[in-house]
């Protein structure tokens, strides 16, 4: 099983940036998709965006060009940066890991799952 720390959620005004990191302990981070997805108040967890081992990534047409994920494998760390930040940004983000070295874009997909960091855009 892998343990996954989220960091890097705040306050920040429409049009900002901010990145997030999660941070991997346990299982090997190597060989495994990762991916984030959000939830915001009243609505279901959606899938934003997922890299696979190979560096592969997707991402959701609602953050497409304005969002990027990477990942840092000598880290055990995956990032999403996220840039151009709209008020319907806002929820709380979660790193996943993948079951599989291939992303994936849906939940199910996904075995591991980080605590959340709440990311709040102010307009």
């Known amino acids: 099983q892998v343990q996954l720390v989220e960091s890097g959620g705040g306050l920040v005004q429409a049009g900002g940036s901010l990145r997030l990191s999660c941070a991997a302990s346990?299982?090997?981070?190597?060989?495994?998709?990762m991916g984030w997805f959000r939830q915001a108040p009243g609505k279901e967890r959606e899938f934003v965006a997922a890299?696979?081992?190979?560096?592969?990534?997707y991402a959701a047409a609602s953050v497409k060009g304005r969002f990027t994920i990477s990942r840092d494998n000598g880290k055990n760390t995956v990032y999403l940066q996220m840039n151009s930040l709209k008020p319907e940004d806002t929820a709380v983000y979660y790193c996943?890991?993948?079951?599989?070295?291939?992303?994936?874009?849906?939940?199910?997909?996904?075995?591991?799952w980080g605590q959340g960091t709440q990311v709040t855009v102010s307009s």
């Open positions: 890299i696979g081992w190979s560096g592969i990534t």
């Open positions: 996943a890991a993948g079951r599989t070295s291939v992303a994936a874009t849906t939940a199910s997909g996904f075995g591991s």
């Open positions: 346990g299982r090997t981070f190597s060989g495994y998709a």
